[in-house]
Antibody, heavy 120, light 110 residues
Framework: QVQLQESGPGLVKPSGTLSLTCAVS?????????WSWVRQPPGKGLEWIGE???????NYNPSLKSRVSILVDKSKDQFSLKLSSVTAADTAVYYC?????????????WGQGFLVTVSS | QSALTQPPSASGSPGQSVTISCTGT?????????VSWYQQHPGRAPKLILY???KRPSGVPGRFSGSKSGNTASLAVSGLQAEDEASYYC??????????FGGGTLLTVL
């Protein structure tokens, strides 16, 4: 059973950089799956942030592309998210998720979510 | 690109049926057969319940079904049960390696 676990600082200062890591267990990150980040501001809907393949290929939501970077560390079965120049609007629960092999935009496994607050 | 449009709330009594709509454009919902639906209980991660419009992952009850007409996709829940009370989100591929979600619909079982 694949499990995903987000970790990182829960508090980031405005204009700073948000950094999160997703650890994959119960399976390898080096499969035919793509791996995504999705966020959810408190009381609001979901927003896809971007995705990465274990060979390093990545795609980002156009609305966040200028501030986002997603990287993979195959040796640790982890992938990470960096979001720069954050504001209060970036306060959200951040989820990592696995895209299905048949279609990478169907997320069959999710992390439990990690709340990041942007505040001074 | 804007988020997909869902009604903020829906409700029904136990045993009844309810339908939740998800409206996009000819560039996303209407362009591809890649609509999926997620169920989210408070404080929990979303759970995939439908994909490619009307396919259910293993373990998802047949009470959940989906359809699409033009730029609008729909989730139908029949035989409502108390455990179905949750928020439901649609998502659709929008081309150019981009994915959109709906704003979510809170389903209340009366």
């Amino acid at each position: 059973q694949v499990q995903l676990q987000e970790s990182g600082p829960g508090l980031v200062k405005p204009s700073g950089t948000l950094s999160l890591t997703c650890a994959v267990s119960g399976g390898s990150i080096s499969t035919s799956n793509w791996w995504s980040w999705v966020r959810q501001p408190p009381g609001k809907g979901l927003e896809w942030i971007g995705e990465i393949f274990h060979m390093g290929y990545s795609n980002y939501n156009p609305s966040l592309k200028s501030r986002v970077s997603i990287l993979v560390d195959k040796s640790k079965d982890q992938f990470s998210l960096k979001l720069s120049s954050v504001t209060a609007a970036d306060t959200a629960v951040y989820y990592c998720a696995r895209g299905e092999v048949s279609n990478r935009y169907y997320f069959d496994y999710w992390g439990q979510g990690f709340l990041v607050t942007v505040s001074s | 690109q804007s988020a997909l449009t869902q009604p903020p709330s829906a409700s029904g009594s136990p045993g009844q049926s309810v339908t939740i709509s998800c409206t996009g454009t000819s560039s996303d919902v209407g362009a591809y057969n890649y609509v999926s639906w997620y169920q989210q209980h408070p404080g929990r991660a979303p759970k995939l319940i439908l994909y490619e419009g009307n396919k259910r992952p293993s373990g998802v009850p047949g009470r959940f079904s989906g359809s699409k007409s033009g730029n609008t996709a729909s989730l139908a829940v029949s035989g409502l049960q108390a455990e179905d009370e949750a928020s439901y989100y649609c998502s659709a591929y929008a081309g150019s390696s981009n994915l959109l979600f709906g704003g979510g619909t809170l389903l209340t079982v009366l």
